[in-house]
């Protein structure tokens, strides 16, 4: 019996920088690669709250009823934290069990109300204040998270060890904390991969007792993005930082973090992100540089409006 090649992934969850910026024409490459887009719960929420501070809610819509075309229509919009954990098929408990509903069918509903055009400005600038909100308290949740990482008993015992090694020792006792909180299939140090190494860097980089930087609450939203690779799907942002971090974590789900360009040009790792297929993509991987992620941009760029053009 022949066995059938395992596929790339079909999904792409985007970030905030994309959903607030990027180039529809540059995004409509994706669909013609096979792939399906959705956008984060904290792309969403970020970009939401962004319209109330600016008191105008008329270009949120705007960019959402017009990317609306290129997204998934089920499923505009994934959830992240326990939601996500719950959502596929995982179970939560102690403190990180919930009972209260989940946040997929809110935003759902108020992604089809922005599309079909029935969301006035103001609705959005009077909601985005309360959708700050509780972005603020989720963050501060993954805030503490990472807090716990950077103050484990044996912290203060790795300082003289290399980094790659204290960012692989913090992130695997940090997901051994978690682990009677979370159980899901396959585990969770392989579906959450990324996200416990990148905690595991920023505890690494950071010494027990020393405040965080004010790019903290970044930190907090990447930590939430990453989780959407274990779901199996590749996470699209255009936040080098981000990118170069995950490079340096030394995870295995690496290759599936990627620029528009990257996804809209290169060849993409087969399989899903954890597991064998996790593993194989990862000797392969190629640590990228700022300068070859801008030379493929303005390379993909420069196609997208040759072919406007003619």
Not at 121 to 129: H, L, N, T, Y
Not at 152 to 169: Q, Y
Request: hydrophobic residues 45%.
């Amino acid at each position: 019996m022949n066995r059938v090649a395992p596929s790339v992934c079909k999904m792409v969850v985007v970030d905030a920088q994309i959903l607030r910026g990027t180039p529809v024409a540059l995004l409509e490459l994706l669909p013609l690669r096979g792939l399906r887009l959705h956008v984060s719960m904290i792309a969403f929420e970020e970009f939401w709250a962004q319209a109330a501070k600016e008191r105008d809610g008329s270009l949120f819509i705007k960019r959402i009823t017009r990317l609306a075309p290129l997204v998934d229509s089920k499923e505009p919009v994934k959830t992240t934290g326990g939601d996500l954990v719950r959502r596929i098929g995982g179970m939560t408990r102690g403190a990180l069990s919930s009972t209260a509903p989940s946040a997929k069918a809110g935003l759902l509903q108020m992604w089809e109300r922005i599309v079909s055009g029935r969301v006035p400005p103001e609705v959005i600038v009077e909601s985005g204040s309360k959708v700050e909100a509780g972005a603020a308290t989720r963050d501060a949740e993954f805030l503490a998270t990472l807090e716990r990482s950077r103050n484990l008993p044996s912290r203060t015992l790795l300082d003289d060890l290399p980094e790659a090694e204290r960012t692989r020792l913090l992130s695997h006792t940090f997901s051994e904390l978690l682990k009677p909180l979370i159980s899901i299939q396959g585990g969770i140090q392989e579906r959450f991969h990324a996200y416990f190494r990148y905690v595991g860097l920023l505890a690494a980089r950071t010494a027990p007792g020393v405040p965080l930087k004010p790019k903290a609450e970044n930190d907090a939203e990447d930590m939430q993005l990453l989780m959407h690779l274990g779901e199996g799907a590749f996470l699209a942002t255009e936040d080098r930082d981000l990118i170069f971090k995950v490079d340096s974590s030394d995870t295995f789900q690496a290759p599936w973090v990627r620029t528009v360009a990257e996804l809209a040009s290169i060849e993409l790792p087969v399989g899903i992100p954890w597991g064998k297929s996790a593993r194989r993509a990862a000797e392969r991987h190629v640590v990228r540089t700022r300068s070859q992620l801008k030379e493929l941009d303005v390379e993909v760029r420069a196609q997208v409006d040759a072919r406007a053009s003619h």
